[in-house]
């Protein structure tokens, strides 16, 4: 048997856990919360803390019993960035757990998680730029090696997902406005409605309040309620900006550091139009892409559980009082 870690994700509304054996998935379960938020049209947190002191204990058992052993080389768990309450939870019961085993507590980094997320399906291969992109978080990082980073750009105002949230928001088409916008923007012309492409020249930065503020400009400028194909050529047409956006800079930067490989991770991820001009782009760039499958793109344990696993492996010491950090950023650990 070789090196089993728990990973314990409870960020904002997934109460997840998962164990990784020697870098291979033993169990995966994640317990979403999106009935409870779906109304309010975003995450509530208080409600969040809630369900997941609900769920937690009955997630990490399914964990451990799917995975086909209750042994365990250490327990990790999602130290920050996320929201505080739901921080919280999956720390006390990582803690907890970690104690009654006797075995080594980590606390990873959440956005860390999903560029490793790829390991679970594909090499990682460094030296390597990667676009972490999800509802909180657009970030560009180069890492030369598991461990090693340097932040080169993040959002100023609105993360790409908060972006697709607020425009399915104004559209009346529901809450999370991802996937529903990804589906109905197969129907339409993303050519339809020139919008414009955020690309703030000179930094690596990003920018995406601007591109909703369009959005809400033209449907403000219509004389009559959007049709089902208007809206649909909407959609295509914002989604469309929020691609070329996100893919000239992450290609841009990878061109321009030298660097062959790149990553696409975090829940927004997901969208098929990105992973798909993604792939094309960095063909064309001769890059080597590298993305996790989609269910492994929006939050979940077996992310955290992977980091810890190279943690484990490099012997990398972490402090007794770990403490959970709303908005931990990176931070280099490997030699």
Known sequence: MGVRVLGIETS?????AAVVESGRLRSNIVSSQLHLHRRFEGIVPEL?????LQKIAGVIDASLRES?????????FTQGPGLLGPLLVGKVAAQTLAHLLGVP?????????????????????????ALIVSGGHTDLVLSQRPGRY?????????????????????????????????????????????????????????SFAGLKTAVLYHVQ?????????????LCASFQEAVVDTLVFKLI????????????????VAANSRLRAVAGERAAGAGLRLAVPPPGLCTDNGAMIAQVALHQLKKRVR????????????????GR
């Not at 086909?68 to 990790?76: I, T």
């Not at 980094?109 to 291969?125: D, K, M, Q, Y």
């Not at 012309?189 to 703030?200: G, I, T, Y």
């Open 221 to 233: 400028r219509q004389t009559r309620k959007l049709g089902r194909s208007q809206v649909a050529d």
């Open 105 to 129: 507590l980590l606390g990873i980094n959440h956005l860390e998680g999903h560029i490793f997320a790829v390991e679970l399906s594909e090499t990682l291969r460094f030296p390597l730029v």
């Open 252 to 267: 841009e930067a990878a061109r321009r550091l030298r660097v062959k490989d790149v990553v696409l991770g975090g829940g």
């Open 48 to 52: 969040a803390s809630r369900a997941h």
């Open 12 to 16: 904002c509304d997934e109460t997840a």
């Open 150 to 206: 340097r932040v080169l750009g993040r959002t100023r105002d609105d993360a790409a997902g908060e972006a697709f949230d607020k425009v399915a928001r104004l559209l009346g088409l529901g809450y999370p406005g991802g996937p529903v916008i990804d589906r109905l923007a197969r129907q339409g012309d993303p050519a339809a409605v020139a919008l414009p492409r955020p690309f703030m020249p000179e930094t690596w930065d990003f």
């Open 68 to 76: 086909g052993s209750r042994k365990l080389d250490a327990v990790a």
């Open 318 to 333: 972490q402090p007794a009082n770990l403490r959970s950090d709303p908005s931990l950023p990176f931070k280099n650990w």
